[in-house]
């Protein structure tokens, strides 16, 4: 190694220079990082290859009208449970990717954020085609009149109820309160079947919808029309009351589901275990897709109702594009690539009903006709509202959602015997602390 | 560490080398060539994320936005948090246990597989297989035993007999716990195990002969030649063992992510809620720094005894 | 004494037996599950009537994990994370343990004090800061990643084995080697690593099953499934609104086979290195 001559202590000098210079290299933070690919797109797998592998050729055929070569387009496949983990990483160090799929309480964060750009101009050109789009779905993605997601598919929320089991138990039709269909479930139920596969576990998307269709049901609701939290009402604690009935009293509900996944239900219902739950349409489309004895006598109703009525909900995917993003124009036509509706209608198509169209004229397009079900869920996504109905989703309602505040409180009633009245101001209370922690109106 | 080796051609602190020479002779230069990677590795996967998540604790910081900071507030709301004192009991309750218990079977085992007996190797190599599977993949395994409807534990205790309903081991308040803590011990025991029987195996032969000829039956030699000589393999394996258990979010967060009403909530799981589902850096940082000064009391408490004992 | 020791002795090993069966058992179980699961058919599965073996058993669960998931992929994945970890831990352990134990410099206590502590870091804690540091290195999404914070876990165990197996071999050769004229590099590789090799295949064996298993890192530090591992990729066969047993099943019966690979090449030096390393040390 050279002949330069050292001392010891210059040897040890260059050791320890060394050690810490790599370290300090290794720890310094560089402002601009470096990032080949021109279009950087996280594709959220839809559980079904072709409508992956549909999306992957769009970005392709648009890449390379835009010019650009197939080096400069990096897809990664980023699965749906994992976005938020992998964004609060990704936002952190300032490297977000141009274009992903956006979920509402992500979508609500990230508005609040200022991670998002402005996408008016895309979602005025969908108006103008194939029957507008649904308005109600973009409040949630509108701040300060400005349109920051595209609507990329909606999703209603079914009833997807075993009519089989429903005619043997005397029923001609899906029952239309919860009294009568607590009825009907009792004389369903011989365990290990039970009638109500009610996601009930603390994760937070399905439990909260099943949970909700019951407060709604009673005259309940999240928020008050200004947003505010108004979960502490008669209804929230009558639905509190009766869904402890039906786990502890009536025993319709299967005991494990205070911890179920979000893939409980589908499992659940899939097997034949259980007669009713609610879920998006992704068990009617694995239905289709394994060819199920339990396809003809499934029907996708609206959950069972109350003295406030019967309700319909829904929630709705969009596409972002961030503003980290160097190439913001290019990422805004890949969205508008996507959601043209000729290459629209192929990806709803592909992707065997797991999204509604959100162009309302393509409900007509045979694949949907031609499911009898599908009629039913035509009346949720042109008049459904949504979770967060009748007011719309904030950061604070988001972490309301994702902290499972509401579930939590209802294990306490289910499990622990806790009184529903206390359980549901405990809610509120909970509520409140995270919205004037945020600086939100109570 | 008494044995250093004497430098016997140690050149002077002012001679001139190359550097070859001295990494081949000098042997503090020598000793930092050969520490400089670990070094490396250390202050830039360690120490600096260590120092890096003490600073986030104190802000409020939402991913992808600066921080404020904010002093104690973060830890405030935690200490006001209704839940809070739960998680913590349960965090406790479920590394005590799951250490013990896995104490308790890895010896069991070890002594069992140090008495001779034909095929040995293969019960110690069937005893060692959970500690292959990876503690995700065990998780889901033991979900799918679990299982209210199609698993294996219901299935068999109703053909056998043994109960004449299904059991949701995962959402009963009074197993849900010990469901998730089964699958720990299930999981690590293998490395109880194979510390215990390496530690059995160094008891020299001469002291339990010595204590045969005293007349010391199996009992006795038990309590006072194996334990007291077994007692610095304990405190290594229950150090170690007390980090991956009371760290690791992987089978609560599969089997049950808190369920029921938080019963089987731990806190590194609550901060992995808190920062990764909900994007709050700050205070899901307060949780573990919270935690931390828990175990580092632990595992004093737990050398210093040990140590002791292991000393007089 | 009442029985003869002959008696006791018997009754000790039938003791042993009978507990030696039910650990077996306890141990087994769920991995039978495991393996019937995979090897039933989708409807038996889910089916009513629960079996404890397949009617017809299939291996078309098999078929699809490899023809269908991303499966090979991860598990090619692990291979090479879990390979380069174990080499490199390897390398700079043995490095690291001979230096804190041969060679007298200053702040050598407390450097292989520090190394235990920082093992004792716990990683829930430092998953935020480290990605911050792999994205600036650019080595998010990437194997490389992976291996270089995986090291963060293993070195400084490996280090810490190897110093307690080092002390146990004496210092006399290795001066008689100095004395023949042989460098301290010389002395390192031809005679201290050579007789150090039970306690290198523990080190080894370690390394490659904790990165084998590593969760935390591996979630927050790769999202594309390109670049997953086992321990991350599986999970997403559930998750989201799809449920997958039976290939699941059968993923986690086969992700179970490399560290039992390993641990047979290594089985007959394990306990005589954990005996020298950690019993010891």
Known sequence: MGSKKYTRREAIKLGAGAAFGLSAGILTPRKTLAREAKLVFWLQPNFNKTADDLLTAQTMDFAKAAGLKDSDVQILKVPGGEISKKMAAALEVGAPPDVTRVNEPNMARWVKGGHLVDMSAIVDKMRKQKGGINESIMTLATSGGKAYGAPMGLNPQAGHARMDKFEEAGYSSFPETWEEFIEAARKITKPPFYAYGMALGLTPSDSLTETMSVVWAHGGALVDEQGRPAFESDGAVAAFKLIDAMYNQHRIIPRGCVSWNNSGNNKAYQSGQIAYCVNPTSIYSSLIKDNSKYLPVTALTTPPGGPAGRHRSLYTDYYGVFKASPNPELAKGLVEHFLAPENYSQFVVEAGGRYFPVYPEMVNDPFWTSKPAFAGLKETVNTGHTLYWPGTLTPALGEVVTQTMVQKELQNVLVEGKDAARAVADVQKAMVATYKRLGEPV | MSQVLPEPDAPQATESLSLWEHIKNDRRTLAFVFLLPTTVVLISVVIYPFFFALLISLQVKVAGSPGKFVGFANYLELFRASEFGRVVYNTVFYTFWAVAIKFVIGLAAALVLNQPRRFNNVYRTILFVPWAVPTVIASLNWLWVYDEFNGMLNTLLLSLGLSDNVIAWLAEPETAMWAVIAVVVWNGTPFYTMHFLAGLQAIPRELYEAAEIDGAGHVAQFWHITIPSMMHVFTITVMLSTVFTSTSIVVVNILTNGAPANLTQILPNYSYGLAIESGRLGIGSAVNVVFFPLLVIFIIALTRRMLRREAG | ?281
């Open chain 3, 1 to 281: 004494m009442l029985k003869s020791k002959a008696a006791i002795d018997r009754f000790y090993h039938t003791l042993g037996t009978v507990v030696l069966v039910i650990l077996i058992v306890w141990t087994l179980a769920p991995l039978y599950w495991m393996i019937t699961t995979s090897l039933k058919e989708t409807a038996e599965v889910y089916g009513e009537g629960v079996t404890l073996w397949p009617r017809e058993p299939t291996l078309e669960n098999y078929r699809i994990l490899f023809e269908e998931t991303n499966f090979p992929v991860y598990f090619r994945n692990s291979l090479l994370v879990a390979i380069g970890t174990t080499l490199l831990s390897l390398v700079f352990a043995s490095l690291g343990a001979y230096a804190l134990t041969r060679l007298e410099f200053p702040g050598r206590r407390l450097f292989a004090r520090s190394l235990v502590y920082t093992y004792l870091m716990p990683h829930s804690m430092l998953f935020i800061p480290l990605l911050a540091i792999v994205l600036r290195l650019g080595l998010e999404n990437s194997l490389e990643g992976l291996v270089f914070v995986y090291l963060g876990f293993t070195v400084p165990f490996c280090t810490w084995l190897l110093m307690g197996y080092f002390m146990s071999i004496p210092v006399e050769l290795e001066e008689a080697a100095m004395v023949d004229g042989c460098s301290r590099l010389g002395v390192l590789f031809r005679i201290v690593l050579p007789l150090t090799v039970p306690a290198l295949a523990v080190v080894a064996f370690f390394s490659f099953t904790l990165s084998w298993n590593e969760y935390i890192y591996a979630s927050v530090l790769v999202a594309d499934v390109d670049a997953k591992t086992i321990p991350t990729g599986i999970p997403n066969f559930i998750v989201e609104d799809v449920f997958f047993w039976g290939p699941m099943m059968a993923s986690t019966f086969i992700s179970a086979i490399p560290p039992l690979v390993v641990y047979f090449i290594f089985q007959r030096f394990l306990i005589t290195g954990l005996t020298m390393g950690a019993v010891k040390g």
